[in-house]
């Protein structure tokens, strides 16, 4: 049986800590991480197509990761 995990969390909350320590208990994350950089040498641990998808949804809805105000509904 295939499992689905999804770790969800504001920037700079760690997520990036609790999704490596899921490494540890055998979760695995794919092929396609975010490459490590020189503010984070220890690497992201996120999906780079799953950190895509969400950057194109939040476009579509005239938002972007810092934004702190109400998604609107559109009809």
């Known amino acids: 049986m295939n499992k689905l995990v999804i770790v969800l969390g504001?920037?700079?909350?760690?997520?990036?800590?609790?999704?490596?320590?899921?490494?540890?208990?055998?979760?695995?994350?794919?092929?396609?991480?975010?490459?490590?950089?020189?503010?984070?040498?220890?690497?992201?641990?996120?999906?780079s197509e799953m950190l895509s998808f969400n950057e194109r949804l939040m476009r579509a809805v005239g938002m972007e990761w810092d934004c702190l105000r109400p998604i609107r509904q559109h009809d």
């Open 10 to 47: 504001m920037h700079r909350s760690g997520t990036s800590a609790v999704t490596r320590a899921l490494t540890v208990l055998g979760v695995d994350l794919g092929s396609y991480l975010i490459e490590s950089q020189e503010d984070n040498p220890k690497g992201f641990w996120e999906d």
